[in-house]
């Protein structure tokens, strides 16, 4: 009798240790598809980034419009410039570099230096 008591108490131990070990493994399993869940989603607006850098231009001013906020360049092509922009120092003839974004299919001004 205490031989089947004490195959049925490391029977149980067993169940009990496999059971644990399947918790662990279940728990396991979900955080690696959490993880790969975020990774993916992070993956997906990783091209985002690569669209909104600012691109750098070196040209003359040709034209500023200080109602319409834009100031032209000379190689024909228009900026939009933030409504607290300062246009101090910038008129026709000026060699400037503009930093700029397109935002709409419209370049937007990030910065804008003047070249002595």
Same mark, same amino acid.
């Given at each position: 009798?205490?031989?089947?008591?004490?195959?049925?108490?490391?029977?149980?131990?067993?169940?009990?240790?496999?059971?644990?070990?399947?918790?662990?493994?279940?728990?396991?399993?979900?955080?690696?598809?959490?993880?790969?869940?975020?990774?993916?989603?992070?993956?997906?607006?990783?091209? =985002?980034?690569?669209?909104?850098?600012? *691109?750098?231009?070196?040209s003359?001013?040709?034209? /500023? @419009?200080? $109602?319409?906020?834009?100031?032209?360049?000379?190689?024909g092509?228009?900026?939009?410039?933030?409504?607290?922009?300062? =246009?101090?120092?910038?008129?026709?003839? *000026?060699?400037v570099?503009v930093?700029?974004t397109? /935002? @709409?299919? $419209?370049?937007?001004?990030?910065?804008?230096?003047?070249?002595?």
């Amino acid at each position: 009798m205490s031989c089947l008591r004490a195959n049925s108490a490391t029977f149980g131990r067993q169940i009990l240790s496999q059971t644990k070990f399947f918790s662990s493994l279940k728990k396991a399993i979900a955080m690696r598809f959490m993880i790969a869940a975020l990774m993916a989603t992070a993956s997906l607006f990783a091209p =985002f980034n690569a669209f909104s850098q600012s *691109v750098d231009v070196e040209s003359t001013i040709s034209k /500023v @419009d200080v $109602k319409g906020l834009t100031i032209t360049l000379a190689d024909g092509k228009s900026y939009k410039v933030p409504e607290e922009f300062n =246009f101090d120092g910038l008129q026709a003839g *000026v060699k400037v570099v503009v930093f700029y974004t397109e /935002v @709409d299919g $419209k370049r937007v001004v990030d910065d804008l230096e003047v070249v002595q």
